[in-house]
Every structure is written in C-alpha cells, then in structure tokens.
C-alpha cells in the first residue's frame, strides 16, 4: 500500500473534555480549515482529562505486533506514560477508509503520521501549560505524561491541560524528536495486550459470541468446480440443535444452536455433487506444464549485457528447481459471524482488509456503506490469506437466509483445502564463472502463476516487464554485479484458487536464487559467503526495474553474520553436519542474511541453531523484530522439512496437521539475532522479509552436511536415499 | 441427550447437550468460556488442552458422556490475575505472537511440569511437539517453561 507524505490533521472535541487528533498520511491542517465532511483520517488519537492516550488504529493485529509498534511510536513523539496508552480497533468508515494490513507495511507507513500526530499534541499541550505558566514553551518539555517546566520545577499532567490545549490551533509543521531523545522506540517492550493473550481473554473472529446467535458449518465440493445438487436435509434437520439448512454459492451450510450440531448435521447432509464441470487438477501435470514452460525465453524482466563482447565463461551451470504448493494453515481456521437485517448488517471478521469487505458487503446487499459495520477481531494468524473475505461473504448469505447472526466456522480440512494456495513454481538458472572464477553470466527464468483471487490482472501491454516484475520477486531484483544478465518470467495458467503467502512472490525465487548460488560458489571451491561478497562490490546503489538495491547494505548483513556466527568455511565439522548461508533484500528495504548450522542422520534433518543479521531500518520494538525473525525462520522451515499441497483429480489431498505438517517444538533451532544499527532513519517491515532466505540457508547447510543437492521442496527423508 | 454435570474451574456446572458433543463445544458454546480453542478437531494441534487433576487432556476428544461428573481446568481458571508461574513466565519471555494457540501450550506446559519439575530441552520438545503453533513461538517457549519452572521451585523452596 501507498502511503504519501504528507499529514492531516484535526482537532475535535468527542465525548467530553479531550484533545483529539486525526491523521491519514496525506494532508497537514489545522482545525477548522477543513469541513468535517471531507475529512477522513486513518487513526485517531484522543488524550482525555484523566489523562489516558487512545489510539484508535486501523491495522489488523495478527501476531505481527502493531498493536505494541504503533503506539510506541506515538507514545514516544508524545511523551505519553506508556502505562496509560491504549489501543481501539478501527472500524471502517468515512473516517477509517484505508485500513488494509499487508505487505510488510504497517510500521513504515504509519511512523510519519503518528508521529506528527504525537509531535502536534505534544507541542499544544506544551502551549497550554507554558501560557498557564507564563513561561516561553520553549523552557518546557513533556515527558511521561506531563508538561515540566525545568526552570520552577513545576509539572501539569496532560488530564489538566487537554481543555486548554484542546483549543489551541493546530501546528502546521510539529517539530519532531531526535533519534537520540526517543526513549521507548528502539527499547525491548512487550505486548500491550501480553496478559490478555496468556488468560484466553484476547478475542479472535471464532469467539464472536453475539445475543441470538446459530452456528454454521458449510460442506464445501469434493473437487474444484463441482456444484450440489441434491442432499438430505430431513436427515440433517433430524440432528438435535440443526436450525435449517441453507444452499450458498460455496456448499450448503448446516445452521444449528450450537457449533457441535452444525458440524453433526452437516455430517448427516450426503451432498449429491455435479461434477460435469469439475476442475481436474493434477499438482504433477502442472508441475510437468511449469518446467517445460521454465525453457521458454520467457517475458524479458531485466536484461543487463557488457559493452563490449567479452569471453565466453570457462565454465557454465545449469539447474532447475521446484518450488511447491502451500497452505497458510493459520491455527484460527477462516470465520465471521454476521447479524444482517433488512436495513443494516453488522460483522465481526478477523480480516487483513476490512474495507473491501464493507465495500462488497454493502454491493452484495444492496445497501449504503454505512450500514454496514465491520468489527475487526484480533486474528489467529493473518499470513496473506485473511487479505480475502471469502469466509465473510459466507457468513453473509447465511445470516441473511436464516435472518439472524450466524458464525460461520470453518473446519481444519476445510482451511487445508479450499484456501488461496501458495503458487507453485519452477525456475531455470544458467550461470557462467569466469576464467577468475567471477561470475560473468546469470539467467534466471520463473515460471508461475499470476493470482487469480477475483479475476487475473491483465497487463497493460503485452510482455510489460514492470507488470511482471511485480510477480518475480527475487528474481530481476538480484542483488549480486554479474556483467551479463538477463532474468524472465513465463506465466502459466493456474484454475485452483491461489493468492498471497507470506512473502508472496519471493520464497520460491530466492529458494532458486542462493541455492544456485551456493551451486557456483561450490563449483569453483569457493567459500559461498565470501563467493556473495565477492559479487556485491558495488559500492553504489543500482536500479532494478522500480526498486533501488544497495549491496553495501546487504554486505553489512552479511558479514555480521559471518562474525557472529563463527563462519569458518575450511573447518570440518563431524559427520552429517554442515553450515549455510543465504541472504536478501525484501523490497529493496530489508536485508536479511542467516548462517544455518544441520545435523542430518538417516535422512532425518535437525535444524540446530540459525544465526540471523537485518537491517529493517530503524528498530521500532526489538522484541517484535526477533519474534518476526524467528517467526519466519520457522515459517521457511516448515516449507523445506515439512508439508505441501498437492492435487489430485481436482482436490487438495492433504487435510489437517497430521498431513499438512508444520513445524513443532522439536524442530525448533536456537535462533539468535543480530540487528545492525541502520542510518536509514525510518523503519521497514519484518512481517514478510524473514522468509525467504531460510529456506535456501537450510537447503545450503544440507548441502554442506552431505553432498546432497536438493532442488525441489519440500525434502523428505526418503529423498536422501535417491 | 440429558442434562450433564461436571465441574469446570471448581464451579459445578450443568449443560443440556447431546453425549457426544466434545467438551470443547461445551466450554465454548454452552458455556461461553472461549479461552480454550478450536484448531483441528482430531486432537493434533493441541489448541483445546484443558487439565484435569494437573493433566493435559484434548477437549475436543472428550465427549459429553465420558465428562460427566469429571472436573476440569481451563486457561480462564488458571489465574484471575496471570500470575501462574506458566503465565508470568509466558509474559516475560515474551512468547506470544498472535496467540491463538498459546492458552493451549500454557496447560500443555502447566501438565508438563508438574510431571517433570525440572525438564531438559529433550524432555519440552518432545511434550510440546504434541501442539501446533504457526507464528513460531517454540523458541521463546522453550525458554519459558525453564522460567517457569524455576519460578515454581522458588516457590517451593
């Protein structure tokens, strides 16, 4: 999401005495100036007479820690009393229109504007308290939730100067705060919410609980694109606790008093499907499709070549590499518990984009905008699938048929199965080493699939490389100097549904990208982390299609890793351990570089000990960032050692953990992280970019511990023996 | 179907549902005790683990017959303030992510440690690989049952 520059910014009295600040990353105003009609901020923030700081936040809490972040960030520029922030959950609105939560960018998008935010109030409760005083704002400060003045001594908590301050004219440009006077950003700080998360008192979508309500299981089709056609509601309707039984445009869903009687008459319902238009995907076929596809030259992305001819390599590598189908597999299973009436509806949906569910929501039902209210819950892992509302629309056409609120649950299989799937994807990688043993030559082809969530997004032109380059992450944006490069993209035609992952576009690729590396550094006995180093000696910044690399950035990660880690290429480990590396840039903003230390015996893989460097920029909170470096770490890991999607005759086979595994605690290595102090000045985000080098970093360490290449993911033991 | 006793956090309490409802639709249905969660439904992913005298048990695998007249802890009864070892242990550890599985890992380590006072890495991973978390808090968990373990032997001593 794009977030520009500028702030806006308003005052308003709302529920008795307080100063109230609105913000939406656009437009700086003082109060007054603009109609209340046509102001739409982002967040609030309101400072009551007692004192107490609410921020009222229009991003989703999923795990990722903005409901701590973003306050801190206000909390500081303000010079509130953290003790006395809290934080409310944004609704959809004429007041909340962009509340979206992807793509890593809660955090850098909201650091301006809350600061601003924080910098106005806190300048204007200064006003207040200096012209109380009779003394030159300039001799006060606001620290903990007062104003101070050094000079007398004397101190004014916020609670006693909102009414005054509240009055004041707006700062059009609020002074911000040093990087040295921050005293909470960049400071260790747990969850605002941790005691609410360790009682069960935290509410997620599933424990929606609203006076009145059924709950509803929904028997989705066995294949992809079959329709029922026939089923036995008497029997279903027979089950103690089942209300009715509802056709809806997913399956038919079984409404009972109780979430056990839903799940036992749907059980009851034996669908007759229609399969004459069944979908029958083969996860092989198409796997067959994409490497054939993988040899063709492909849409160019970036195509680099000397200026003069040069020799030809002395030697040149070939490899192809798979990268599978995943399931998100969040522990909260998709659900939302609508109430609509006649007039009005009302939903309570753990979403990352609440506002496009109002929007269809309102369309689906012919009504206003603002009839239509979304509760957004506190979310039981996000990972990119909640960026879709199916599940909510469901709950929609069921409480719309039975005229009262349902919760629509869905089981583990059905989360397993009819999610938007992580695409699978091949890539084809030629490299060339010069007689030096430089690399000299790099072509890189990606074969996969455009997201089809609501339609494939056309190009604006045919072969528009900035189109898709948006889909090949990882691939035009290579961060190492190769004087010869060309990388493609072949788009193949995907029917199953399939949308963002963690990290979307980029773990295949870079899975692709630093294990073919670590392939050429090997094959000139070459140390693959000084190989890396060795190709990222351009000390300027470089464009790649809109993005901006900088290797000295990516340098620095990587040689904290290497000290950190103890790198030592020549030291010889005991039998069936080895050590790799691999690293990235997400987005051209954060850089991640990871040592991975393996023990493999008997084809069994015991990730023991990952070293992480990142550089996010400025750090907010460092405990967010090594829950999200460990978060991705094991994330990365499930996808090498652990489950994957396939399809047969049109189904997902897999169902519930037991077959789509996932890492557990005995998988668990020891994570450290090392955070390199960044003069970037602002932070980036940590949601997404500790995923992608994992993957290749263990596939490396495998490598090192027993001279098996693996090009294909997922890896079980039985590969070892092949 | 009848109505069923049992105890839940040392209040009797009595449901009116069918025999084989699971115990956790009971707790979270009929008795609108959400902290215990739902995940898998086949007892794979420990999202559900209730205690009964100090030991885990998967209440999505209990039906109502066999809970009859039984006693049952759950997270909301663990504390009223989160001030079980377990719980302040979790908070200083800083453990939770999103923490939808974490009432579950918390009795799950509450059971664990009352078998084994003092447990090796081994002795967690191989407890604790019986639950599911996705945003990769084993780590940090791992962590927090030493912590909490020794806050209970201070406690002892």
């Known amino acids: 999401m794009k977030t520009t520059r500028r702030t806006f910014l308003k005052t308003a009295a709302l529920g008795g005495t307080a100063l109230v600040i609105g913000f939406d990353g656009r437009r700086l105003c003082a109060a007054g100036e603009a109609s209340a009609a046509r102001f739409q901020p982002n967040g609030w923030i309101r400072i009551d007479a007692q004192g107490g700081v609410t921020l009222t936040l229009g991003k989703s809490e999923m795990g990722q820690g903005v409901r701590t972040a973003l306050p801190m960030i206000l909390a500081d520029e303000l010079g509130a009393d953290w003790l006395r922030v809290t934080v409310v959950q944004a609704m959809p609105g004429p007041d909340f229109k962009r509340l979206g939560t992807g793509g890593s960018g ?198 680099e070549k000397p200026a003069s001819p040069t020799e030809a390599p002395a030697r040149t590598l070939d490899a192809t590499y798979f990268y599978p189908f995943y399931a998100h597999a969040p522990l909260e299973t998709m659900n939302c518990t609508a109430a609509v009436q006649p007039n009005e509806c009302e939903l309570w949906a753990p979403t990352q984009d609440p506002n496009d569910l109002q929007r269809d929501a309102a369309r689906l039902l012919g009504l206003a905008l603002d009839k239509v209210k979304v509760h957004v819950t506190t979310i039981g892992g996000g990972f990119g699938r909640r960026l879709a509302n199916d599940y909510a629309f469901e709950a929609i056409e069921v409480s719309r048929a039975v005229k009262a609120p349902v919760q629509v649950l869905w089981t583990r299989p059905d989360d397993t199965r009819h999610g938007h799937f992580q695409a699978a994807s091949v890539h084809r990688l030629t490299g060339g080493l010069g007689a030096d043993g430089k690399l000299v030559r790099w072509r890189h082809t990606k074969a ?195 489950g994957e999607i396939t399809f047969r005759n049109g189904a997902a086979q897999q169902q519930n953990y037991g077959d789509f595994e996932v890492a557990r605690m005995r998988d668990a290595p020891v994570i450290e992280t090392h955070i390199v102090s960044s003069d970037a000045g602002r932070p980036f985000g940590l949601g997404e970019p500790p995923v992608p080098p994992i993957a290749p970093a263990i596939v490396n360490a495998i490598f090192a511990a027993t001279g098996k290449r693996f090009r294909k993911l997922p890896i079980r033991p039985a590969d070892f023996e092949a | 179907m009848s109505a069923i006793h049992l105890t839940v956090n040392g209040q009797p309490r009595e449901v ?36 009964e005298n100090g030991q885990a048990l998967r209440s999505c695998q209990l039906p109502a017959k066999e809970a009859v007249d039984r006693s049952f802890t759950t997270i909301e009864g663990l504390s009223p303030d989160a001030s079980h070892p377990c719980q302040r242990a979790w908070l200083e550890e800083d453990v939770a992510q999103c923490g939808f599985c974490q009432p579950g890992m918390i009795m799950n380590a509450c059971a664990l440690l009352r078998e084994h006072p003092d447990p090796s890495d081994e002795m967690i991973d191989a407890i604790m690989s019986d639950a599911v978390c996705r945003c990769g808090t084993y780590p940090r968990m791992r962590k927090a049952i030493h912590r909490a373990a020794a806050i209970m032997r201070q406690h002892a001593g």
């Open chain 1, 106 to 303: 809660s955090v850098q998008g909201s650091w301006k504007p809350l600061r601003e935010a924080g910098a106005a109030a806190r300048e204007m409760l200064i006003r207040a308290a200096a012209s109380r005083w009779q003394v030159d704002p300039s001799s006060c400060s606001a620290e903990t939730g007062a104003v101070h003045h050094a000079d007398s001594g004397r101190s004014l908590t916020f609670g006693d100067l909102v009414e005054e301050a509240a009055k004041l004219p707006i700062p059009s440009a609020p002074s911000l705060k040093e990087a040295k006077d921050f005293h909470l950003v960049g400071k260790r700080t747990s969850r605002i919410d941790g005691r609410d998360q360790v009682s069960g008192a935290t509410k997620f979508g599933i424990d929606t609980r609203v006076p009145g309500m059924l709950y509803a299981s929904i028997e989705r089709p066995p294949v992809f694109g079959a329709k029922a056609k026939g089923w036995n509601e008497k029997a279903a309707r027979r089950v103690r606790g089942v209300r009715t039984v509802v056709s809806v445009t997913s399956g038919v869903a079984v409404v009972g008093e109780s979430t056990w009687s839903a799940l036992k008459g749907r059980a009851a319902l034996a669908v007759d499907w229609d399969e004459t238009k069944a979908i029958r995907f083969d996860s092989d076929q198409h796997r067959e499709k994409l490497e054939t596809a993988s040899r063709q030259r492909g849409i160019v992305l970036r195509s």
């Open chain 1, 448 to 642: 996969g699939s455009l997201h089809n969530l609501g339609g494939v997004e056309k190009p604006p032109t045919p072969n528009d490389a900035p189109f898709y380059q948006g889909y090949a992450w990882g691939v035009y944006d290579l961060p190492y100097t190769v004087v010869d490069l060309e990388m493609a993209y072949v788009p193949v035609e995907l029917p199953v549904p399939h949308g963002p992952w963690r990290a979307v576009f980029a773990p295949g690729s870079v899975f692709a990208r630093e294990s073919f590396i670590d392939e050429l550094a090997h094959a000139r006995s070459a140390d693959p982390l000084a190989f890396r180093l060795d190709h990222l000696q351009d000390d300027a910044p470089f464009q790649a299609g809109d993005l901006t690399i900088d290797p000295r950035r990516l340098r620095r990660v990587l040689e904290l890793v290497r000290d950190k880690s103890g790198w030592d290429w020549k030291q010889k480990l005991a039998p069936g351990n080895g050590r790799g590396v691999a690293c990235n840039i997400y987005d051209a903003q954060t850089h991640i570089a990871y040592v991975v230390d393996v023990a493999v015996k008997d084809g069994d893989v015991q990730v023991k000990r990952v070293v992480a460097a990142v550089d996010c920029g400025l750090v907010i909170n460092p405990v967010g960032v090594e829950q999200q470096i460990e978060g991705g770490v094991l994330w990365g890991l499930s996808s090498v050692l652990k």
């Open chain 2, 16 to 51: 009116d549902v069918d025999e084989d409802t699971p115990l956790l639709w009971i707790l979270r249905d009929s008795l609108g005790m959400t902290g215990t969660k739902f995940g898998c439904g086949v007892g794979v992913c420990g999202s559900c683990t209730v205690l």
